[in-house]
């Protein structure tokens, strides 16, 4: 098994083992997997060996190999890749691979011999090779597949592209014998002077000094790691505050005997009291966007922090303070550069739609795939909301029960953030919306994913609709709504194009920002979605052509008209409507 990943892995002693890797497609699953992997040649004339890395294809890493070369476009299924370096290790120095993610499964091979394997598509995992190393020449060799399961995470039916493949950072990390390996560092839960947190030592040497410095605060904070390297940390202070206007980070550095480790952190309280979202104590409406971990103008997944400043640039333009990353967890350049905007972030597991919840070691997935995505990300104070789960089907089998312990495994692991789930289970009847999911109360906000206007006509004027909500004091979110259309599809095209046309998803957008004004407890929207995106079960050839078009910029950038309904929203010019002028 992999190990969870070490906290701030970019930031380390790093070699970068990106570039080109050569490949072996193995569409069949060759069952030769102990020759390719032991990368095996053939000694005398008649050993044949019927693959080799040697002549083979390569593809760039981080990257997924289906936007890479057209064979591959719709691959789902194994590809073995091969990386060589040479590294020495000095003593009392160990080495870690590191993956910032694989599309799906993954194991790894070290100089012919299995060093581990990690299942889940987004996140992040090392392996320690200390030890491991040959002088001179060391062959990495990683087997990737990135078939749907059903018993997988997202199971195996989703709306969105499957990419496969490395698709994030492959780094050499060297650190000391006794290193830092994670860290938490943020406001405690309900203040605004109280830093605390914890630092955990990995090694021989556990019981150590341990220091937190933060310069533009004077902070020089000691303690003790125990016999686990184990060390709590609370530090008073004054300090500024991160929010979307002022996204305040200080420099913080971590520090031992043996190990240094730097970072950048804001601090900011996020909280509910009754039916408000509150930042730093004082309510905040979200006006957020859906993004999918997508860059349009490769086609490809995004992973580099220009992609992310592309995606990010476009949230800010249309007036959003909050982006949710769905249905899974985004590269960590697009959570770190969120926050760097003043962008609070929705992070979201691929727990998507039809899981399997009763299949067996599902628990265990949920629970690892949970700590994989907050040990990442708990010192981002830009992220405010974890979700974990959208639209699953609530008479799916165990369904509650699964995802009742995952929020509480979640309130275990962080109890700074707000927990929720998107939810499409809503009745909408008499032009009435009834939100009733019995998840509902395990979560800190009711969040509803609803398409009227586009799934489901309207049954009254949009200003008409009526709420029936579980619970009466909590934050109501809409988490999704939009419809499609083709960019540039507009008034004058013929009337069977008439519901992919610019002017109908405009029409949308005027209705939900109309029926926004009829929601009680309204603490913020997120239209679906940014920009269109890559979907194979999108498959309308003349106005999708595998595309969902529910984006408010086309695939190409371009802005279609809705967009500016939104824009209009979000920056105040809708009367009576803005989030700011809405009636309690
Ligand atoms: C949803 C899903 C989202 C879909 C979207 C759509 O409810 O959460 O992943 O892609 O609807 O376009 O239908």
């Given at each position: ?27 069949l ?12 040649k ?65 194991d ?29 020449e ?69 019981s ?8 533009e ?22 300090m ?15 520090q ?37 971990e ?8 995004a ?23 769905i249905?899974?967890?985004?590269n ?23 899981i399997?919840f ?34 699953t ?45 019995p ?109 969902n ?36």
């Amino acid at each position: 098994m992999g190990q969870t990943a070490m906290m701030n892995a970019l930031t380390r002693h790093t070699t970068s083992l990106n570039g080109k890797w050569q490949v072996i497609i193995d569409p069949l699953e060759s069952g030769n997997w102990k020759q390719i992997w032991e990368d095996r040649k053939s000694e005398k004339k008649t050993d044949f060996v019927e693959y080799s890395f040697d002549g083979s294809p390569m593809l760039n890493v981080p990257g997924d190999f289906n936007s890479q070369m057209t064979e591959l476009t719709y691959y789902e299924g194994m590809v073995w890749y091969k990386k060589t370096f040479n590294y020495s290790l000095q003593p009392n120095k160990r080495l870690f691979v590191y993956f910032g993610a694989v599309n799906y499964t993954t194991d790894v091979y070290l100089n012919g011999v299995p060093i581990g394997s990690h299942e889940g598509g987004f996140t992040p995992f090392q392996f320690e090779i200390t030890g491991k190393l040959k002088p001179g020449e060391n062959s990495l060799i990683v087997r990737v597949n990135n078939r749907r399961h059903a018993d997988g995470l997202p199971g195996s039916g989703y709306d969105w592209f499957n990419y496969g493949g490395i698709t994030r950072d492959v780094l050499l990390i060297e650190t000391t014998d006794s290193y830092i390996k994670d860290y938490s560092i943020g406001l405690q839960k309900n203040s605004t002077a109280t830093i605390t947190g914890w630092i955990q030592i990995d090694g021989s040497h556990l019981s150590q000094m341990i220091e937190v410095l933060i310069p533009e605060l004077n902070i020089l904070y000691k303690s003790q790691s125990n016999e686990k390297g184990f060390a709590e940390i609370k530090i008073n202070s004054k300090m500024k505050l991160w929010s979307p206007d002022s996204p305040k980070l200080y420099k913080v550095t971590v520090q031992c005997k043996t190990d240094t480790v730097t970072d950048e952190i804001g601090f900011r309280q996020i909280s509910v009291r009754g039916p408000q979202i509150l930042l730093n104590g004082k309510p905040v409406f979200l006006k957020g966007i859906n993004i999918h971990e997508e860059i349009p103008q490769r086609s490809s997944r995004a992973w580099s922090e220009s992609d992310a400043l592309v995606l990010l640039s476009w949230a800010r333009e249309l007036g959003c303070n909050m982006v949710r990353l769905i249905h899974y967890p985004h590269n960590e350049n697009m959570v770190r550069l969120a926050e760097k905007m003043g962008l609070m972030v929705w992070e979201e597991l691929p727990v998507y739609q039809g899981i399997e919840f009763t299949s067996p070691g599902m628990d265990q997935k949920l629970g690892l795939m949970l700590r994989e995505m907050i040990t990442r990300d708990r010192n981002r104070c830009g992220v405010i909301i974890w979700s974990i789960s959208n639209e699953t089907n609530p008479s799916a089998p165990n369904r509650n029960e699964a995802l009742i312990k995952l929020s509480q495994q979640c309130r275990q692991l962080d109890s700074t953030r707000l927990i929720t789930s998107a939810m499409s289970s809503q009745r909408y009847e008499n032009n009435t919306f009834e939100l009733w999911d019995p998840l509902y109360p395990w979560f800190d906000i009711m969040a509803i994913n609803e398409y009227a206007g586009w799934y489901i006509s309207w049954q009254g004027k949009p200003k008409d609709t009526k709420w029936k909500l579980i619970i009466h004091d909590k934050p109501v979110f809409v988490s999704e709504f939009g419809g499609e259309a083709l960019y540039g599809n507009t008034a004058g095209a013929p009337d069977e194009a008439f519901s992919w046309r610019e002017e109908y998803q405009e029409q949308i957008y005027k209705d939900q920002v109309e029926m926004f004004g009829t929601i009680p407890n309204l603490s913020g929207v997120c239209p679906w979605i940014l920009v269109d995106y890559r979907s194979p079960v999108r498959m309308h050839p003349v106005y999708q052509q595998g595309w969902n078009r529910k984006g408010l910029l086309s695939d190409r950038g371009d802005k279609k008209k809705a967009w500016f309904v939104m824009k209009n929203y979000y920056e105040g010019g809708t009367r009576d409507m803005e989030p700011g002028a809405r009636k309690k």
